[in-house]
Nanobody, 123 residues
Framework: QVQLVESGGGLVQAGGSLRLSCAASGRTFTMYAMGWFRQAPGNEREFVAGISRSGGSTIYEDSVKGRFTISRDNAKKTVDLQMNSLKPEDTAVYYC????????????????WGQGTQVTVSS
């Protein structure tokens, strides 16, 4: 079993940056690919970014390509999401999650979830 805890959310002005971090517990971290999702009020949870077990492969949702970067440190059991050039439409609760699938983008492909961290981007 894996437990995930996100941190780093907050309030930022449009054009600013935030770095989210997700810390994992358990000895099986490297078995899992990792992903970040977000959910705005009234919306479904949507995929943002994913990274392979080794960190050598990444995928992104189109609206964040070139602005967000996902990375992982297997020794520290962490996965980060660097978010630059933030826009008001990026406002949401951000969740990290882990999956045994490769390049998974669907919520039901993910096995474990964190509790989420709020990101608010003001205009």
């Amino acid at each position: 079993q894996v437990q995930l805890v996100e941190s780093g959310g907050g309030l930022v002005q449009a054009g600013g940056s935030l770095r989210l971090s997700c810390a994992a517990s358990g000895r099986t971290f490297t078995m899992y690919a990792m992903g970040w999702f977000r959910q705005a009020p009234g919306n479904e949870r949507e995929f943002v970014a994913g990274i392979s077990r080794s960190g050598g492969s990444t995928i992104y949702e189109d609206s964040v390509k070139g602005r967000f970067t996902i990375s992982r440190d297997n020794a520290k059991k962490t996965v980060d999401l660097q978010m630059n050039s933030l826009k008001p439409e990026d406002t949401a609760v951000y969740y990290c999650a882990c999956t045994l699938r490769h390049e998974a983008r669907l919520t039901y492909d993910y096995n474990y979830w964190g509790q989420g961290t709020q990101v608010t981007v003001s205009s």
